[in-house]
Nanobody, 120 residues
Framework: QVHLVESGGGLVQAGDSLRLSCVVS?????VGWFRQGPGKEREFVAG????????FYADSVKGRFTISRDTAEAPVFLQMATLVPEHTAIYSC????????????????WGRGLQVTVSS
């Protein structure tokens, strides 16, 4: 059994930063962050390999968001900078056995997600 628990969401103002965390129990997996905005489909945000050595990002967040983890057992963080209202979404972390995946259906386990709201 693999469980993922996200934390760190909430209401922030435009221009603020926010750090989300994802605690993964069980085996070491590759982890991705996804988001689903109002009326939108779920989209990939960032991913990282099980050892934390290789992060990868959606083009829309490159240079603004940073995903990290120190070890395979450590939490996975998503540092989000200079947030704008368009970043408002439910953010979820997910785990997969195969690295470098950016499609939701390729992830095996999901957290419940948390709300991030950016006010203007």
């Amino acid at each position: 059994q693999v469980h993922l628990v996200e934390s760190g969401g909430g209401l922030v103002q435009a221009g603020d930063s926010l750090r989300l965390s994802c605690v993964v129990s069980g085996r070491a997996y590759h982890v991705g962050w996804f988001r689903q905005g109002p009326g939108k489909e779920r989209e990939f945000v960032a991913g990282i390999t099980s050892t934390g050595s290789q992060p990868f990002y959606a083009d829309s967040v490159k240079g603004r968001f940073t995903i990290s983890r120190d070890t395979a057992e450590a939490p996975v963080f998503l540092q989000m900078a200079t947030l704008v209202p368009e970043h408002t979404a439910i953010y979820s972390c997910a785990a997969t056995k195969v690295a470098w995946k950016d499609r939701p259906h390729l992830y095996d386990y999901w957290g419940r997600g948390l709300q991030v709201t950016v006010s203007s």
